[in-house]
């Protein structure tokens, strides 16, 4: 079947905004979701978006919804060291998730 | 509030032997979910309780496999006749009934390592 699909890797330099794309798999999905994982942690829910909204912005994060192409992105403004970590995408209810963005920040 | 605590952190068995995780969930979340995660890869589902009633299992979840959650509140993973391909890191989480979405809150997992 198809996966969530995200870019492995992204690197950025400290105070620049990072984009970190997706692309799920299910039209229906009501809600989209990203989690961050640190390391030796567990999965923490970042921000989401209903379904019928095309964008969200939550402080330094930004959520855009295409649901057209069923793309999903994540903008993280004046990204900081403490920002490095895995980003995943999740959809439904079941939560499918993405393989994950590894996202370092430079200093 | 504690978040979700699982126990062990880490377990190393033989093949071939059984190891049971445990969960407990927030208090009031009546929502408990595991998951399976390798390296690389994201978490990929496994099963989900609404209080006592075990509601959806994944393909993935073979008959070795078997989850429990009896008063509604902790929740068991069995792994029988444990294979090296089980070698993986078990996520549980829990979400209380909203609304708005499955607001999921991940316990640190159990990472299990078959020899």
Same mark, same amino acid.
């Given at each position: $079947?198809?996966?969530?699909?995200?870019?492995?890797?992204?690197?950025?330099?400290?105070?620049?905004?990072?984009?970190?794309?997706?692309?799920?798999?299910?039209?229906?999905?009501?809600?989209?979701?990203?989690?961050?994982?640190? *390391?030796?942690?567990?999965?923490?829910?970042?921000?989401?978006?209903?379904?019928?909204?095309?964008?969200?912005?939550?402080?330094?994060?930004?959520?855009?919804?295409?649901?057209?192409?069923?793309?999903?992105?994540?903008?993280?403004?004046?990204?900081?060291? $403490?920002?490095?970590?895995?980003?995943?995408?999740?959809?439904?209810?079941?939560?499918?998730?993405?393989?994950?963005?590894?996202?370092?920040?430079? *200093? | 509030?504690?978040?979700?605590?699982?126990? =062990?952190? !880490?377990?190393?068995?033989?093949?071939?032997?059984?190891?049971?995780?445990?969960?407990?969930? /927030?208090?009031? !979340?009546?929502?408990? #979910?595991?998951?399976?995660?390798?390296?690389?890869?994201? =978490?990929?589902?496994?099963?989900?309780?609404?209080?006592? @009633?075990?509601?959806?299992? +994944?393909?993935?979840?073979?008959?070795?496999?078997?989850?429990?959650? =009896?008063?509604?509140?902790?929740?068991?993973?069995? /792994?029988?006749?444990?294979?090296?391909?089980?070698?993986?890191? #078990?996520?549980? @989480? +829990?979400? =209380?009934? @909203?609304?708005?979405?499955?607001?999921?809150?991940?316990?640190?997992?159990?990472?299990?390592?078959?020899?």
């Amino acid at each position: $079947g198809e996966d969530v699909e995200q870019s492995l890797f992204l690197s950025v330099r400290e105070g620049d905004s990072s984009v970190i794309n997706c692309t799920y798999t299910d039209s229906s999905s009501t809600y989209l979701y990203w989690y961050k994982q640190e *390391p030796g942690a567990g999965l923490q829910l970042l921000t989401y978006i209903f379904s019928n909204m095309d964008m969200k912005q939550d402080q330094r994060l930004t959520v855009l919804l295409n649901k057209k192409d069923k793309h999903l992105s994540l903008r993280i403004a004046d990204t900081q060291t $403490g920002d490095s970590a895995i980003y995943f995408c999740a959809e439904n209810w079941d939560m499918r998730f993405g393989a994950g963005t590894r996202l370092t920040v430079k *200093p | 509030d504690t978040g979700v605590s699982q126990d =062990p952190r !880490h377990k190393i068995t033989k093949r071939g032997q059984n190891v049971t995780f445990r969960c407990d969930p /927030i208090s009031e !979340h009546n929502r408990l #979910y595991w998951y399976r995660q390798t390296l690389g890869q994201g =978490p990929e589902f496994l099963t989900y309780f609404q209080n006592e @009633a075990q509601l959806e299992k +994944s393909r993935l979840l073979s008959d070795r496999f078997s989850a429990e959650r =009896p008063k509604g509140s902790f929740s068991t993973l069995e /792994i029988q006749r444990t294979e090296q391909g089980d070698s993986a890191m #078990y996520l549980c @989480a +829990s979400s =209380p009934t @909203a609304l708005d979405g499955e607001k999921l809150f991940f316990g640190s997992g159990t990472q299990l390592s078959v020899l």
